[in-house]
């Protein structure tokens, strides 16, 4: 039987994943609820969702509601996502899962309480480079990995000012200087996702920003941050390290490619940039770049884009790379945009079907704190000068 699924902040992103939802053979009703009643007023009339709940509170106690996705500020997620587990309502968050420790654990304790589904929406996961490494690493094509790398290259001038206008009114610059490594799914996400294993050891490096305009401004920051771009170093279980970049002042083009990645084993190594992606041996080198190359179902002038910042436009327009097992998707879906790199499709697949079986889904709580944890505690060491930290593990997600 359908569950009814109430979203949670009706901004741009929720744009790209109420039609996925409402579409959605598993998903019944598609509720909204948004502090500003406006917003959720017009997500409900755009696609012809069910209605408009007045509060989050309101939300989560109406029995109605089975799930809720969460698409507000970045770090309202975790307090969020323990309310509604509490309240024994599944919960689809898009990332961090949170930005303290205290609050990941939370929620993996709400999750074995109740009993409901929790998932983060982590796109990397399904981005196509990841499920290529994924696959030949199941294979052993790898060998025995030992060092990897993920960056996520969003430079501010390409849609985050924007975007932290629409969400953050007047007082914007001070929601702006969010912590970049306290946004780091994107990042250890793809790595993570197809290298099992997990961090055990941290260490930051952070540079301090020089634009001067207000953002990344100690003095105006409500997160005492002037850092925009940082590094980090993981030591992992097992052997072996990664490096993440989480930049924000870059010359890069992220409108081209938000996240890359690159693994190195002991028989080959994969590695892709911007526009390519290579497989290497000691024989020789192999391009891959079209088995990870999405083909976009609709331009970035569609109308259906109409609502999102032109320079954010090109992450909702992907559909899928011929890596991606597209014939698990359900038809209803599959018409319909997609976006970060294939991922949207997948990602409300995976929870929907999470829910009506019972089984985890794949970025459940346990390996969604394994892909934030370590950026919380490398963001902590940046604030140390470099310290080398230690990184809490919550174990993985029980058998089912």
Do not use: C
């Amino acid at each position: 039987m359908p569950f009814t699924i109430g979203v949670v902040g009706a901004g741009q992103f929720a744009d790209s994943f109420a039609p996925l939802f409402r579409r959605h053979p598993l998903i019944g009703e598609v509720w909204v609820t948004d502090l500003r009643p406006e917003r959720a007023a017009r997500l409900v009339s755009l696609y012809g969702l069910a209605g408009t709940i007045a509060s989050f509170e309101d939300m989560i106690a109406d029995p109605r509601i089975d799930a809720v996705a969460l698409f507000t500020q970045r770090w309202t997620h975790g307090e969020l996502a323990v309310r509604a587990l509490r309240a024994d309502k599944h919960v689809y968050s898009t990332v961090p899962m949170g930005i303290r420790v205290e609050e990941i654990g939370a929620i993996i304790d709400a999750v074995t309480a109740s009993g409901r589904i929790y998932m983060m929406g982590e796109t990397s996961f399904y981005n196509p480079a990841t499920v290529l490494a994924r696959q030949r690493n199941a294979d052993g094509q790898f060998g025995t990995l030992f060092y990897a790398e993920g960056d996520y290259v969003h430079d501010m001038d390409l849609g985050f000012y924007d975007a932290y206008r629409f969400s953050g009114g007047d007082q914007w610059k001070r929601t702006a200087s969010y912590p970049p490594l306290l946004y780091p799914t994107h990042s250890i996400g793809g790595v993570l996702g197809a290298w099992d294993t997990h961090v055990t050891k941290a260490v930051g490096v952070g540079i301090h920003d020089g634009r001067g305009d207000g953002v990344f401004d100690r003095a105006v920051s409500m997160f005492d941050n002037d850092v925009s771009n940082a590094t980090a170093l993981f030591e992992v279980a097992g052997g072996g390290s990664f490096r993440t970049n989480e930049f924000r002042r870059v010359g890069y083009p992220s409108h081209i490619r938000e996240s890359r990645f690159r693994f190195f084993g002991t028989e080959a190594s994969f590695e892709q940039v911007a526009t390519a992606a290579f497989w290497y041996t000691r024989d020789g080198v192999q391009d891959v770049s079209a088995m990870v190359e999405t083909t976009a179902t609709l331009g970035v002038g569609d109308p259906q884009l109409a609502h999102i910042s032109p320079d954010l436009r090109p992450a909702f327009v992907s559909g899928y790379a011929p890596v991606h097992d597209r014939a698990r998707i359900p038809a209803a879906l599959a018409t319909l945009p997609n976006g970060h790199e294939g991922s949207h499709h997948f990602l409300v697949d995976d929870f929907a079907t999470a829910v009506i079986s019972g089984i985890q889904p794949p970025v459940n709580a346990w390996r969604a704190a394994r892909f934030t944890v370590p950026g919380i505690i490398a963001h902590k060491s940046v604030r140390r000068d470099g310290e080398r930290l230690d990184v809490p593990d919550f174990g993985s997600a029980p058998e089912s």
